[in-house]
């Protein structure tokens, strides 16, 4: 540390010591220091992944999936929030089985079978009878989803035949615990499906469009 | 019609080129150990308005910038004012009653004695910049005043009556008669 000597210097010498003092005191760094901290400043901060709308994003895609997937699928005449078609397919099963001696409760012994089907579904359809299955009428029992349904009789078992148009066909799946089986045949504009216990035969053989 | 707002290059070479001006007027107004963040928080804060800037020629940001630090060392010394009072209780010395607490001022790193820093303390932010602007970088009254947005002879007489208070001090400091306290 150092200070000017006391001794009778004039003032403008006493201030140019003050000034060179204060001039080691208080020397800026170089004009680079500040070019480098303005650029530090002015730097565009880097470019970050949009995260958080990502995130959003993917969130909104996962809700809309979830209502979609809670949404009855439009099948048409035949699904309007209604049970499974395999359910109401079995439980008209039932029905027409529980009639093993009679059929009548359940059937329409006198149906015009073409007429039926062509009213229904746009085409007609015909059975010729032969063979070991009967046909015993068209089923007016349970609901079974807008189709058309025959109940026919395979020596001592029953099976039951539904009939759609084929742009309204899709799976079907029974329920597991039941030992049925389902068949299918397409035939012109429409579309087969029987059910019932496993016969050996097929039941959808002697069906024919006009 | 507006000028267009500076870009990066132009706003790294303006500043540049009053970047030891604004750390000598930081110095003044913070104290030389806070005087690079203050200039830096200049930076930043005139990075984000130099969309207001009027005057196209950098030459003219000097008492915009100057502002912006003198605002933000006002700030900043508001925060961190000290709690503690001087406990020595020194004698005046001249013209130079105990410095003022809020400047704080590293003598023993900058080199000068105690008789030098304590009057310097002492004295207004402005005188000391006025002071420091002309002694240490050779600035003019016109331009310190503009800097400071002051009228030139204000800031002269400023810069003449700091010297005064210097002078005294240290006058009273070498004399015979005098008892100073010595700092422990």
């Known amino acids: ?210 | 019609m507006a000028p267009a707002p500076l870009d990066a290059e132009g706003f790294t070479a303006a500043f540049a080129r009053h970047g030891r001006t604004l750390w000598v007027l930081a110095s003044a107004w913070v104290g030389r150990a806070e005087a690079d963040d203050l200039v830096q928080e200049t930076a930043r804060v005139a990075w984000q308005r130099r969309a207001t800037i009027t005057s196209p020629d950098p030459a003219e940001l000097g008492p915009w910038l100057s502002s912006i630090a003198r605002n933000l060392g006002a700030n900043w010394r508001r925060k961190r004012r000290p709690d503690a009072v001087d406990p020595v209780g020194l004698d005046p010395l001249g013209a130079c009653a105990t410095p003022p607490i809020g400047w704080p001022f590293d003598c023993d790193r900058a080199g000068l004695s105690d008789e030098l820093a304590r009057p310097l303390a002492a004295l207004p932010e402005v005188a000391r910049s006025c002071l420091l602007l002309n002694a240490v970088l050779g600035l003019g009254f016109a331009e310190i005043g503009r800097l400071l947005e002051i009228p030139e002879n204000t800031a002269q007489s400023h810069a003449r009556r700091a010297r005064l208070a210097l002078r005294e001090a240290l006058t009273t400091a070498a004399s015979p008669a005098t008892t100073a306290v010595r700092m422990p």
Request: with cysteine.
């Open chain 1, 1 to 210: 540390m150092s200070r000017p000597d006391h001794d009778p210097m004039s003032e403008p010498q006493q201030d140019r010591q003050l000034d060179e003092l204060l001039r080691e005191a208080f020397a800026p760094p170089r004009e680079e220091h500040f070019a480098e901290l303005a650029r530090d400043v002015a730097r565009p901060a880097a470019p970050t992944w949009p995260w958080r709308t990502l995130l959003l994003a993917a969130a909104a895609l996962l809700v809309a999936l979830a209502l979609w997937n809670r949404q009855p699928r439009d099948h048409g005449a035949l699904a309007d929030g209604l049970p499974s078609l395999g359910a109401m397919w079995v439980a008209a099963y039932d029905d027409a089985a529980r009639d093993a001696g009679e059929h009548a409760s359940c059937c329409d012994t006198g149906c015009d079978v073409e007429q039926l089907c062509r009213a229904v579904c746009g085409q007609g359809l015909c059975h010729d009878g032969a063979g070991k299955i009967d046909l015993v009428g068209s089923y007016k029992g349970s609901p079974v989803g807008g189709c058309v349904a025959f109940v026919m009789r395979c020596d001592d078992a029953t099976v039951c035949v539904f009939v759609m148009p084929r742009r309204d066909d899709r799976p079907i799946e029974l329920p597991r615990d039941r030992e049925l089986v389902v068949g299918r045949r397409e035939l012109g504009d429409l579309v087969l499906y029987s059910v019932s216990r496993p016969l050996g035969v097929d039941a959808l053989a002697g069906f024919s469009v006009p």
